[in-house]
């Protein structure tokens, strides 16, 4: 051998036959014959005496000889020939035993066709392919799919027997689930296409015409509920059914059909029922009903939208007999609570019953915010509410309950378009709790204020801060008073001032009233102290706003310790000279003006309990005429004797009218402010759209009126804010 190079690699090539193979001319039909005689002996369960080893040589031997066809032809014949026999076994078959036959030859043909494809898995992989033929088990599903599915005496039977079956099964008979299940798979095993255009297209057909006549037989004799029920349960029996025996591509299929039937043809009329539709469902809170309704119109569609307007042309029209209500607006509070009341009923069935649905929540503020606003009064009545809560309403009260309630109250406020209004009526009552002691918490106080600067920005409240910085301020001054002057004051009457800021406190002017000789002494000496520590101010006394601790002596000796109001106190002083006075003697004496005097005396004597004071004649109204003597006789169990003013909860009609008009004057420069803050930044805008970004930018606190806008425009363009373009008058420029 010589060394050196690698071994040489050596190819290897196998080539045919030399000389021609001579085969017996009668082989192909002798071996056919072999192969015929084992497939009937399959399919009749004889197939233990038979060697598969051999009868896979011999078809493989037939296709390497190239009688591939003849194979493929023989099997095809033989197929047919047996399912022919099959079929006849199978529409013999009488009653409930036609589908057990039938599945019983269906499991017997798949599988003779799995040891057939065995014994034929040469030809499947050679000959099949090259001659585009269709692979044996494919070939043995469309064979019975022709011949016995699809034969004339079997086809209409089976579908008949199937749809049966379910409508049994839909009024209450069990079936046979599992033969059921076995029937369909056979079905989708044929292929997708046999199993919707044979079976599952007249299902549908025929389940739609069931629940149109069910749908409607129920909607006659059930109520809104029950039906409700009864439709979720069909929903429900559907979709079992589905998972049970059915494929599960039907599922979307069906229940669009009980959907559409029981559900998106009724719905008009099931929100509408009498008695027991939407309305009365939620009048009645019937959560679970409500939350059926909800989970099934939510499958079709326009079915939320149906509720849902439904639901707000409900809150909008029993909202605005709320508000409007005569007998409701006698009380402010009660008015409140019922707004709130109707807020936490529908939050809750929104929660419960609708899942927290966010366009249904939207609905329900957009209907609040709508009839709230339809009483020009409700800014009033709400801050009203807080001032009754704040006064008594929250006493033992938790933190968390207060900041509960306060919560609730915000939700309301945010609902207002007059914010301003709000506020205008919440500094007075807020000075009113201040200046008489009486707030039931400062926390509280302070946490309201907190929400509102929150919810409005530090604008809205700085002058309510600013009035609790004034009592504060107030009470050090006070001490301060004290501190340098009590020997000089001596035993005279003891005076609490509060010095209250002119821009914080919506103070009116109001004519001083004559104070008696006592109390002027004191006011003099303090008005000396005040001026003389702070320079460059101005003292106005606001006789109207405070009150006063009387001690008093009746008949019998008994003493009791009088809280009166500052122009009460002036009036029952005058008695301490005098057993009796007309009216005209108090006013002039007194110079309080004639309204305030008169719920002044109508207090001190036409209230059972606290008539001090006794009228001749005795009448509940005050007239110029009367007389007014002290009571000699008047008693109490109490030592302490609070007599309040006689005064309307909520303002009369001259009152309302000045506040509206007051708000009114301060809504100008803001108007005003916004034009000019629009124009500076846009040079050059037309009318339309002024209104439309001022109304923008103060719709948080209050929505102006575009007629108010088109004023402000003149005045500014009066003041030379703006001008008017000459070539198009509805077009406006800033001037720098």
């Known amino acids: 051998m010589s060394g050196g190079g690698p071994p040489r690699k050596r190819n290897f090539k196998i080539e045919a036959f030399k000389h021609r193979v001579e085969l017996d001319p009668k082989y192909a039909e002798r071996t056919w014959k072999v192969l015929e005689h084992a497939i009937h002996e399959i399919y009749n369960h004889n197939a233990s005496g038979l060697s598969f080893e051999e009868l896979y040589r011999s078809a493989y031997n037939m296709v390497l000889h190239k009688y591939g066809e003849k194979l493929y032809n023989g099997l095809e014949s033989t197929l047919t020939w047996r399912l022919k026999e099959i079929s006849k076994s199978i529409e013999a078959a009488q009653g409930g035993l036609f589908l057990a036959e039938l599945n019983a030859k269906w499991m017997d043909h798949n599988k003779a066709l799995q040891m057939i494809r065995d014994i034929l898995m040469y030809m499947d992989r050679t000959y099949v392919p090259t001659s585009h033929r269709t692979p044996v088990h494919e070939l043995g599903l469309n064979l019975w799919r022709d011949h016995i599915i699809h034969y004339p005496m079997i086809h209409g039977r089976l579908l008949d027997t199937l749809l049966d079956l379910i409508h049994r099964e839909r009024m209450g008979e069990v079936i046979n689930r599992g033969l059921m299940r076995s029937i369909t798979k056979m079905l989708m095993d044929l292929g997708p296409a046999v199993y919707q255009d044979d079976f599952e297209k007249p299902y549908l057909e025929v389940s739609a015409s069931f629940y149109s006549g069910e749908s409607q037989e129920f909607i006659e004799c059930c109520d809104c509920g029950n039906y409700l029920k009864k439709a979720e349960r069909r929903l429900n029996e559907e979709m079992e059914r589905v998972s049970h025996y059915l494929d599960a591509g039907s599922e979307a299929k069906i229940t669009s059909v009980v959907e559409k039937e029981m559900i998106a043809n009724h719905m008009h009329r099931l929100v509408h029922m009498e008695n027991s539709g939407l309305v009365n469902m939620l009048i009645d809170d019937k959560y679970e009903d409500l939350g059926r309704m909800y989970t099934l119109f939510r499958r079709v569609p326009d079915g939320l939208s149906t509720i849902r307007d439904m639901m707000t042309s409900y809150l909008r029209e029993t909202g605005k007999q709320l508000v409007t209500d005569p007998e409701r607006l006698k009380d402010p509070v009660e008015f409140v609570q019922c707004l709130l009341n109707e807020k936490d009923k529908h939050d809750k069935i929104i929660s419960v019953a609708f899942g927290n649905d966010k366009t249904f929540q939207n609905a329900l503020n957009s209907s609040f915010e709508f009839f709230i606003n339809l009483n020009n009064r409700s800014p009033e009545f709400i801050s009203l509410y807080v001032d009754d809560k704040l006064r008594k309403g929250l006493k033992g009260a938790t933190e968390e309950d207060v900041e509960g309630i306060l919560d609730k109250v915000m939700m309301l406020f945010r609902y207002l378009q007059e914010k301003d209004v709000f506020e205008k009526y919440y500094k007075q009552h807020l000075a009113k709790r201040l200046l008489s002691a009486k707030t039931v918490s400062d926390d509280a106080e302070r946490s309201m204020i907190v929400k509102l600067k929150t919810e409005c920005g530090y604008q809205f409240t700085s002058k309510l801060e600013g009035m609790f910085t004034d009592m504060k301020t107030s009470q050090d001054t006070m001490q301060d008073f004290y501190a340098k002057k009590s020997e ?49 101010r101005r003292l ?27 122009y009460q106190m002036c009036v029952l002083m005058l008695f301490n000279s005098n057993d009796g006075y007309t009216y005209k003697d108090i ?77 009114e004057e301060d809504r100008k420069p803001q108007i005003e402010a916004a034009i000019v803050r629009i124009m500076k930044s846009r040079r050059v805008l037309d009318h339309n759209s002024i209104v439309a970004e001022v109304t923008k930018q103060l719709q948080a606190r209050f929505l102006p009126n575009p007629v108010i806008i088109k004023k402000r425009i003149e005045s500014l363009i009066e003041r030379e804010f703006l001008e008017r373009d000459k070539a198009d008058r509805k077009l406006y420029r800033y001037l720098a």
């Open 488 to 536: 000089e004051l001596g035993d005279g009457p003891t005076l609490d001032v509060h010095i209250l800021t002119t821009g914080s406190w919506p103070t009116q002017p109001s004519p001083p009233c004559t104070l008696p000789p006592e109390i002027l002494v004191v006011c003099e000496k303090f008005r000396a102290y005040y001026l003389g520590t702070h320079s460059g």
């Open 540 to 566: 106005t006394w606001q006789t109207n706003m405070g009150t006063a601790d009387i001690k008093a002596t009746f008949g019998k000796g008994q003493k009791h310790e009088l809280n009166v109001s500052t």
């Open 587 to 663: 006013e002039q004496a007194t110079e309080i003006p004639a309204t305030d005097l008169k719920r002044c005396l109508q207090s001190l004597a036409c209230v059972k309990g606290k008539n001090v004071l006794r009228k001749e004649p005795m009448s509940k109204d005050i007239s110029e005429d009367d007389t007014f003597y002290f009571n000699d006789k008047f008693t109490s169990k109490l030592v302490k004797v609070k007599i309040g003013t006689v005064v309307a909860q909520k303002e009369s009609e001259p009152e309302k009218q000045e506040t509206r008009q007051r708000v």
